[in-house]
């Protein structure tokens, strides 16, 4: 008896102070069902009050990019709140310059939506759809790369251009967390989509995919990106890269030589030593078959002991400097790698004639 | 102590006994948001209202419900649950409300429910007999004193971004010492009322 009361007294506190809080809450954060108006009427949803702006985008199918789940860590998920999202919180200034703030620039994960709210998204968000997938193959390319095929389920088909990516989700013990891939299988292949993965020693979701095996359930939202290729087959095609950033290039590459066999195309490709080449052999090939493909691969260290190379050697720029004129012929170049290697690669192809607005870059 | 007045207690809690400079309860929020003065009076406004309203229910469980019970060991438990539960209530209301003092106030707020200046007010008021009037007037007089101390502290941190402060002391060790010195400038008040 003795121990029964203050176990009751203080359980019967505690279970009160919960009735009255949950009580409260539901009086007090009820803001019952608000308009969110996407795009000027382009999109009209109802949704439930007192939730953040980016599940309600979620649940309504709209897939904003999100890289820690709505914690407000990555910044991802910006949108532009034109009305009814209240005054810019702390926790979201670290991700906003200024003029992004005057703009109405805000991050879904931390608007709370308390009326009705009309926001702007990029037109392209609106053609993201979440994907369940099943791994068809998972295959690794060196020691530290692996080659995941991904066959869709629901939808069947995915609808992307070279360098659009993909947010694959990955289990984490605080809930899902999504990473962005860049999508390699080429944009004629619909029914699959195709990543170049490196592990990243503690990455959560590099190491789900690295241990990814036939058959495992995967879910992914995509495409995102808004980058473009030129159209226009009289444009050269010229792609730089290193280290990961294979799958981007290995898209452009693999569409550009189906559908216009007679564009001029260019792959350089920079890696440390002969453990790191992967694709040479496919894109050799590639190159017999189409007299217009070109493909340099280059090593960066010196070879060990009976290791045999004949391809070029030093860093990718001094290839890219070797292999391409100077001419005002209308290229564009794509670029994927580390940021000292893009900055070199910039330098370079400027002094061959390249516009600076003609070439993009992917810095990692 | 019951023939202290109200009145009494409450500016003897503002300055002789200020709760952070006398006792030094509630250092690390006053550490931690003290770099502007906007933002500490904000903090301080929600630490005045959640200190006045906690001492005022906690005379209630404690006098009304732990004393008849015998359970005044659960004390320091029971104290702890209701200023959390109160201060989410007080979140949640605000938020409702208020929506311009929650933006304020918005990340202040949970950061209260660990201020143990709030839990130190409501246990002085059992240590030292209050009546039911005499603990709200410590508790609002004590929220008011913390919110002095702290406004007064983040001005002198914001000009003393300007002056030159020896490396091994800038951030926290010099405001520290100021504290040190506030409170012995508090020390003068001293002999205008006295509480225990």
């Known amino acids: 008896m003795a121990l029964l009361l203050p176990i009751l007294v203080f359980g019967g506190l505690l279970v009160g102070l919960t009735i009255a809080l949950s009580l409260a809450e539901r009086v007090l954060i009820n803001y019952g069902v608000c308009k969110l108006d996407v795009n000027n009427g382009d999109r009209e949803f109802e949704v439930d009050g007192g939730q953040t702006l980016l599940s309600a985008l979620n649940e309504s199918k709209v897939f904003i990019p999100s890289a820690c789940g709505g914690r407000g860590s990555c910044g991802h998920c910006t949108v532009t709140v034109l009305s009814g999202g209240g005054p810019v919180l702390p926790t979201e200034t670290p991700f906003l310059t200024r003029v992004e703030v005057r703009q109405g620039v805000r991050l879904a994960c931390q608007v709370k939506i308390r009326e009705d709210i009309r926001i702007k998204v990029p037109e392209e968000i609106l053609n993201v759809k979440m994907f369940a997938a099943t791994v068809s193959a998972n295959h690794r390319l060196t020691h530290d790369l692996v080659e995941t095929h991904m066959r869709l389920d629901e939808p069947t088909e995915i609808e992307a251009r070279p360098g659009q990516y993909v947010q694959l989700q990955a289990p984490a013990p605080e809930g899902p967390v999504y990473r962005a891939y860049s999508i390699s299988s080429p944009a004629s292949v619909k029914d699959e989509v195709e990543l170049v993965v490196r592990l990243v020693p503690g990455g959560i979701a590099s190491t789900y995919i690295h241990g990814l095996e036939e058959g495992d359930q995967v879910i992914f939202t995509g495409p995102y990106g808004d980058f473009r290729m030129n159209e226009e087959p009289d444009v050269d095609i010229v792609c730089i890269g290193g280290g990961s950033g294979m799958a981007p290039l290995k898209n452009l590459v693999h569409t550009v030589t189906a559908r216009w066999p007679e564009r001029k195309c260019w792959l350089f490709f920079g890696c440390r030593t002969t453990q790191d080449i992967f694709y040479l052999d496919e894109f050799r090939e590639l190159e017999k078959k189409n007299p217009n493909f070109h493909v340099v691969y280059a090593l960066s260290d010196p070879l060990e002991g009976e290791e045999k190379w004949e391809g070029e050697t030093g860093f990718i720029h001094l290839s890219v400097d070797k292999h391409l004129d100077v001419s005002d012929r209308k290229r564009q170049a794509f670029l994927c790698g580390p940021p000292p290697m893009v900055e070199a690669v910039m330098k370079v192809l400027e002094g061959k004639g390249f516009k600076p607005e003609d070439i993009y870059y992917d810095e990692f | ?196």
């Open chain 2, 1 to 196: 102590m019951t023939e202290l007045s109200p009145f009494v207690i409450l500016i003897a809690a503002i300055f002789t006994n200020n709760i952070l400079l006398a006792n030094f309860l509630g250092m690390c929020s006053f550490l931690a948001v003290s770099k502007k003065i906007e933002t500490a009076a904000g903090l301080g406004a929600a630490v005045i209202f959640v200190t006045t309203a906690t001492t005022a229910i906690n005379y209630g469980i404690y006098h009304h419900v732990l004393t008849p019970l015998g359970l005044t060991y659960l004390t320091f438990i029971v104290f702890i649950a209701v200023i959390a539960a109160f201060v989410q209530f007080v979140e949640m209301f605000v938020e409702r409300f208020s929506l311009g003092l929650y933006h304020a106030l918005g990340i202040f707020l949970p950061l209260i429910t660990v201020n143990c200046a709030i839990l130190g007010a409501s246990l002085f008021m059992i240590i030292r007999n209050y009546t039911f009037w005499q603990s709200v007037a410590f508790g609002f007089g004590g929220g008011v004193g913390w919110t002095l101390a702290i406004v007064l502290i983040a001005g002198l941190r914001q000009r003393m971004r300007y002056s030159d402060v020896p490396v091994p002391f800038r951030g926290v060790a010099i405001a520290m010492v100021i504290t040190g010195v506030m409170a012995m400038a508090f020390m003068g008040f001293a002999g205008m009322v006295r509480i225990q």
